[in-house]
């Protein structure tokens, strides 16, 4: 298909509505037009025209496409898909599907990496280490059971882990594949009540550490990442069926 075929399937929105609107068209465009991994998207301009908007607003969508790993963009070529873009089925809005699809696949990754790096903290971990570990979950877990913000101290529990492990290249890439997924201000995987689940487990990693016992570490993650997972499905697939083509 021509790259300006798809451009039929979008029409001029209302209003100049930034966000959400655009981003929905977008995702209809491309389920309607037949677009598969590795298509090229019409040019921004294209885009903009067609809906009615600025090219801004074009860029501050595929910007968060691209964030969210939807899509690549390849200097003075194009950009193209690089997932299964499709509107939701069911009562979720498409934003909130797509974001929750991302964080399946970020989940995938994660686990390979989380897996190894636990294993090699609870082994290495030095006696300061294994103590401060046991600290900062003592400390989160007071947090999260008192309702209070607890994304900074759930971040200095992990780096901790991630110090022990003695490669500080596991940090490193895990903290910035965690940022690189971008979520909206609205967005339900953002929340502090999101995951809450997942945090009682977050003990068991903390004494498997202290006790150097690397299969029951790995099985407390892999407990923490399956809970995170599970919320994730519920509220992506609320209303309608799950997508077989995602992590299982």
């Known amino acids: 298909m021509a790259v300006d075929g ?27 037009a037949g677009l598969k991994i590795g298509d090229r998207l019409p040019p921004e301009v294209s885009l903009a025209a067609t809906l009615g908007v600025g090219r801004s607003t074009i860029r501050e969508a595929l910007n968060r496409w691209e964030g969210l790993g939807l899509i690549k963009r390849r200097r003075g070529d194009g950009t193209y898909l690089a997932a299964r873009v499709q509107t939701s089925r069911g009562l979720v809005p498409t934003m909130v599907r797509l974001e929750g699809e991302a964080l399946l696949r970020l989940i995938e990754v994660r686990r390979a990496l989380e897996n190894e790096v636990v294993r090699k903290a609870t082994i290495n971990a030095n006696v300061q280490q294994r103590a401060e570990i046991s600290r900062l979950c003592d400390i989160l877990l007071i947090e999260v059971n008192a309702g209070r913000p607890w994304r900074k101290v759930d971040h200095e529990f992990h780096a901790a882990i991630y110090d022990a492990s003695g490669n500080p290249m596991f940090g490193q890439i895990l903290q910035s594949l965690d940022r690189a997924l971008e979520r909206s201000q609205e967005s339900p995987f953002g929340r502090d009540e999101f995951g809450l689940d997942s945090f009682p487990p977050h003990r068991d990693l903390a004494d498997a550490i202290v ?19 599970k919320d994730v499905r519920t509220i992506i697939f609320a209303g309608a069926p799950a997508d077989p083509t995602l992590p299982s």
């Open 211 to 229: 006790a150097a016992d690397p299969d029951a570490a790995c099985a407390a993650i892999n407990t923490i990442l399956n809970l995170v997972d």
């Open 6 to 32: 798809a451009l039929k399937h979008l029409e001029p929105l209302e209003t100049r509505t930034r966000g959400v609107a655009v981003l929905d068209a977008l995702a209809d465009m491309i389920e309607r």
